[in-house]
């Protein structure tokens, strides 16, 4: 691996699936690990605020025997009275792995670049590569394999999720098949979409890729269907009445459950707003692993970290 994790695409197929069986293998016997990262720290750094990124990464080093310290952009002077590069600079001499939650995407690279020690994405306006090795180990989980299956993405689609889901799929060759409403304000970046091909050609996994508008299309027979908010965090309020229009015909309800595999599994990253992306009955009903999915974020970035320090 390189020395940060700041993109899935930067990885390969084989490096991908290391991850995740090392993930398994710290889920089933965690106690093996809980003196691998003593005496080492990590410093969090948050723009967006969020629960199971907090609370994930800091219990996970907690329990490989290492600190966790939270810090909140909102307190500090990085990128106003201090230089990102010299923010970097300065906590590498500090901590042994930094992991960070922002807005931009040029920003966390801007810091990895300027870090001696590793940086992982968190989550930027790009991707949001950590929930998609936990969306995966959670498929594996449930389905017992990730190449050949089919996964369904509805709705909100120029996102990091969308974009990770892309690049993740590819390279573990599951086919994806994003549905959303027509237009660049909703639709995958095309730079993305590409990207995914290559990868998918590159390594040979046999992944398929269909971008449409049309939902009942996306979802036939497929074994996982996933959505995420209509209102990411850089939505403006105001915008919110007009998106639900344009998004409820994109809406995960048990009509269109229905439309996917009998045994398929309904995944969301959450936060969720029950009646909004899915209906209550979707995400509380027995297909839907959201919880799964959000327990995993512990295991595979406990496996990610270990890795990033040759810890394992």
Known sequence: MEKDLLDLSTLTDKEIIGIIDLAN???KNPEAYNTKLKGRTLLMIFEKPSLRTRVSFETGMTQLGGHGIYYDIATSPM??????????????????????RLFSHDHIREL?????????????????????????????EKKGKLKGLKLAYVGNSNNNVTHSL????????????????EGPNYEPQLAVVTKAKLLAEKFKTGSKI????????????????????WMSYHIPEKEKESRIKVF???????????????DAIFMNCLPAIRGMEQTAEVIDGPQSVVFDEAENRLHVQKALMLKLLKAE
């Open 248 to 262: 409820m015909p994109y809406q995960v309800n048990q009509e269109l459950m229905d439309k996917a595999k009998d």
């Open 79 to 100: 990128g106003k009275k201090e230089s990102i590069a010299d923010t970097a600079a300065t906590a590498s001499r500090y901590v042994d792995i930094i992991m960070a």
């Open 25 to 27: 293998q710290i889920k």
């Open 112 to 140: 990895a670049s300027n870090a001696s020690c590793p940086v992982i994405n968190a989550l930027t306006d790009h991707t949001h590569p950590c929930q998609i090795l936990a969306d995966l180990q959670t498929i594996r």
């Open 166 to 181: 892309l690049y993740g799929c590819a390279l573990v060759g599951m086919h994806i098949s994003v549905a959303s409403p």
């Open 210 to 229: 269909v971008l449409t508008n049309d939902v009942a299309t996306a979802v036939k027979n497929t074994d996982v269907v996933y959505t995420d908010s």
